[in-house]
């Protein structure tokens, strides 16, 4: 299946460099992001997806409207380097917490 996701380099409010991942129809699942970042080597690596709740409690004029498309911002992160929100140096652990060495993600092996 064709997922329509587009990607754009842009800038935050603080500068930093931000990738913006859009779709014109619906919501972007995470699996669905992964499968297309993955789809290119320059989008290969660690990411941070910053999700934001908010409470809907004013509804204004169309606010309760849904949206057709949707927007992600994905900061990137490199191995050894901090992040660019909470300045922790990424390690690419990707099974185990490296803080506390619990697993965060199952292996292809099942476990």
Known sequence: MKVALTFEWDKDIYGRDILLVRKKRGKI??????????RDWRYCGGWVLIVRAREDAYVGWG????PKGDVLELH????????????????GVEDHCPHCGKRIKATESGG
Do not use: K, R, W
Not at 63 to 66: F, G, K, L, Q, S
């Open 29 to 38: 699942t995470i699996a669905e992001l992964q499968e297309e970042l993955s």
């Open 63 to 66: 606010d309760n409207e849904d």
């Open 76 to 91: 990137q992160i490199e191995d050894g380097a901090a992040c660019p929100l909470c300045a922790a140096v990424y390690s």
